[in-house]
C-alpha cells in the first residue's frame, strides 16, 4: 500500500496534484498534465520566456510538448490496479498560494500567518495558536509570503518599533543603537495611529470621489445635450436650406421667365419698327428711282408735267427718326441679382471660420500713445471727409461729404480710376500715418474699415472688398454681433452694441482699436500688424443703411 502511495505521489502532477492526464515531460526532465503546463506556460506568453513550474529552468522558445507513452501507461495502469483515484485535495498549496511552513510531503494552503512565529499554518497545524496560552497572544494575518521582511536582517531580531524620525519599522536592538533618542513608538501604535488617519482619508476620498461622479453624471447629461441639439441643429438647418434652395430655385426660375418675357417684348416693339423702315425704305427707292427717270426727259413739257407730281409727293411723305436706347436693358436685373448675391454671401458666411481659424494679428496691451480715458481719445481725434471719386454709384454722399447713404438704384457718376466699381464703398480723402481717433454713428449694417490706397477698385474679387485681402482690415457691424476680417480671415468677436464707433490707429506701433461708444467706451477688438503704407479711413455700406463721420463729444 505504501508503495502504491508513492507510485502516485511520483505520477502526480505538482500542478494540480491529481494522476497525469496525457503526461508530457519537458526539457528539465519534470513531468506534468499536457493542459496544466500549456495553461502555466499561456500566462508566461508575454515574457517569451518559459519555466518549470517546480525546479524555475526558464525555456526559449516554447518547448513542444509531446505526450510521454511510458508515463501514460504507467498512470494507466495505476488507476486500474491501486484504490480509486481521489479528486486533488483542493487545500492543497499551488504555485501561487502560501504553503504551510509545517506540512511534510504535499503541503496545504496556509490560512494564517504568525508575526511573531514569522511562519504560516494550514487549518490543522494552526490550531496551538487558539489552544495555547501564550501562543493565542501572537498576532494572526492573512497569509504572507513575505513575513521575512519584519526581520532586521542587521539583528535578526522582529521589528516591534517604529522609529518616527527616521520613518521606518526597526528592532529592539536598533533602538538601542542607531536609533538611540529619536521619536519611537510600537509597530502597533504607530499602526493605531496612521489606520486613523487613514480612516479620515478615506473619507475625503469619497466625499471627493462622491463629488466627480457627480460632476462626471452632469458632464454625461451636457455631453447628451449637446448631441441632441446638434443633431437637432442638423436637421433643422438641413430642412431650412432645402427650402432656401427650393426658393432660390424658383426664384432663378422666375428672373429667367421675366427676362425672356422681357426681352420677347422689346424685341417684337422693334421687329415692328424695323418692319415699318423696311416699307418706308422700299417706298422711297421706288420715288428715287422715278426720279432718276425723270430727270432724263428731254421734252421740257413731259418734264414739268411729272415734276408736279413729284412735288406732291414730297409734301405728303413724313422723315422718321429712331431714338436708340443706350444698351442697358437688363442692367437693373442684373443689379439685383448681383445686390441678392452680396447679401447671402454677408448672411451665409461660414460662422466657424471665426472660431476655427487664428487671425495673423496677436492681441496686445494698449500701446504707449494709446488713451486711457475718453479725454484722451478726444484730443487724438481728427477731421475726415469721405472722397466722391471712390464713392461706388449705389452710394450717396452729403453733410459736406461727411455721410454716406445706400441708395435704391445707382446714381450715374463719372468714371474714375478711384472708384469703387461693385462694391457698395467708400475712402476718405486724407490719409493716416500718424496717431489718429474718429467716430462712426450709424444705422443698419456697415463696415467700418481702414485700407490702403493701392487696395484695388474696380471688379467684384476679394481685392476690391474690405477686409477680403491683404491691404485692408474691417470690422463687420453685423445685426447682432461682430466680425473682425484681414486677408478674408473673418473672426466672430462679442461686444456691446452701439450705434455709434470709435477708432484708434497708431500707425507706427501697428495698432487698430474698435471701441463701442456711449455713455462709456468698451474695447471691442483690437490687433497689432506693421503698417507698411499710409492709410485711408472705409466705409462699406449696406442696403438701406447709411453711415457718419460725427465729430466726437
Known sequence: MEQNKLDRETFSCSICLDLLKDPVTIPCGHSYCMNCIKRHWNVEDQKRIYSCPQCRETFTPRPALKKNIVFATVVEDLK???????????RCAGPKDVACDFCTGTKLKAIKSCLVCLASYCEKHLQPHYDVAP???HKLVEPSKNLQENICSRHNEVKKMFCRTDQKCICSLCLIEEHKGHDTVSVAAERTERQRELEEKQKKIQQVLQEKEKDMKLLQQEVE??????????????KIFTELIYLLQKRSSDVKQQIRSQQETEV??????????EQEITELKRKDAELKQLSKIEDHNRFLSGYSSVSVFSESTNSSSINIHPLRYFEDVIASVSELQVEL?????????GSSLSLTEVDVSLSEREPKSRAGFLRLSCDLTLNPNTANSWLALSQGDRKVKRMGEPQFLPSHPERFTQWRQVL???SLTGCCYWEVERKGRIYVAVAYNSMIRAGRSNKSLFGANDKSWALDCCLHNFKFGHNNIWKSISGPRSSRLGVFLDHRAGILSFYSVSDTMTLIHRVQTTFTEPLHAGLWIGFACYAELCEPK
Open 428 to 430: 476718405s480723402r486724407e
Open 268 to 277: 417684337s416693339q422693334v421687329k415692328d419698327l424695323q418692319e415699318k423702315l
Open 225 to 238: 445635450a449637446i448631441n441632441h441639439s446638434a443633431d437637432k441643429a442638423v436637421e433643422d438647418s438641413e
Open 135 to 137: 501562543l493565542k497572544k
Open 80 to 90: 486500474k490496479t491501486g484504490p480509486q483515484a481521489t479528486p486533488a485535495d483542493h
Open 345 to 353: 454671401q454677408d448672411i451665409l458666411r461660414d460662422p466657424w471660420r
